[in-house]
Antibody
Framework: EVQLVQSGAEVTKPGESLKISCMGS????????IGWVRQMPGKGLEWMGI????????RYSPPFQGQVTISADKSISTVYLQWSSLKASDTAMYYC???????????WGQGTLVTVSS | QSALTQPASVSGSPGQSITISCTGT?????????VSWYQQHPGKAPKLLIY???NRPSGAPNRFSGSKSGNTASLTISGLQAEDEADYYC???????????FGGGTKLTVL
């Protein structure tokens, strides 16, 4: 059974750094792109970027380029999303998802809620 | 790249059919048969309903169907049920760097 399991909710302060994770199981983790999706409170889904765990090829959606870093460690089937200096506007639910046929997201993580507040 | 355009809300009564549109450009929806649709209930992760314009993954009810004409894709829900009340998002492959773009989402209300 394919599963993506994300790290738990985080409460942080502006200016702090943070790294959240997404661990895959039940399939060959190295051979499917994994994407990160932001959902701000009460808003829609926003595609942040993707990574191919096999070679760590990474692409960012323009609004997120330079704002976050996506990385992968295929040896432990885990993809990461990190910030070097959080802002209050980074408060959101973050989902990881596996890209399947036709670049559809066929499996989703359960989401990680990040709250940034002073 | 810009998000795909969806209506903010649609509504229908149980048993009726509704259609949600998703308009893009020749760089995404119109250029490739890689449109997907997702259902999201409050507090839950999205769930894949349709991929490659009109294909249903296993487990997706056959009340959900997809189509495309030019730069606009559509999701049709036939025989509306109360549990269909949710937010719906389209997405498409795009030839920009990040490979995927979402629509803004449509809230479906079952009256």
């Amino acid at each position: 059974e394919v599963q993506l399991v994300q790290s738990g909710a985080e409460v942080t302060k502006p200016g702090e750094s943070l790294k959240i994770s997404c661990m895959g199981s039940g399939y060959n983790f190295a051979t499917n792109w994994i994407g990160w999706v932001r959902q701000m409170p009460g808003k829609g889904l926003e595609w942040m970027g993707i990574i191919y765990p096999g070679d760590s090829d990474t692409r960012y959606s323009p609004p997120f380029q330079g704002q976050v870093t996506i990385s992968a460690d295929k040896s432990i089937s885990t993809v990461y999303l990190q910030w070097s200096s959080l802002k209050a506007s980074d408060t959101a639910m973050y989902y990881c998802g596996r890209l399947g046929v036709g670049n559809s997201v066929d499996f989703w993580g359960q989401g990680t809620l990040v709250t940034v507040s002073s | 790249q810009s998000a795909l355009t969806q209506p903010a809300s649609v509504s229908g009564s149980p048993g009726q059919s509704i259609t949600i549109s998703c308009t893009g450009t020749s760089s995404d929806v119109g250029g490739y048969n890689y449109v997907s649709w997702y259902q999201q209930h409050p507090g839950k992760a999205p769930k894949l309903l349709i991929y490659n314009v009109s294909n249903r993954p296993s487990g997706a009810p056959n009340r959900f169907s997809g189509s495309k004409s030019g730069n606009t894709a559509s999701l049709t829900i036939s025989g509306l049920q109360a549990e269909d009340e949710a937010d719906y998002y389209c997405s498409s492959y795009t030839n920009s760097n990040s490979l995927v773009v979402f629509g803004g989402g449509t809230k479906l209300t079952v009256l």
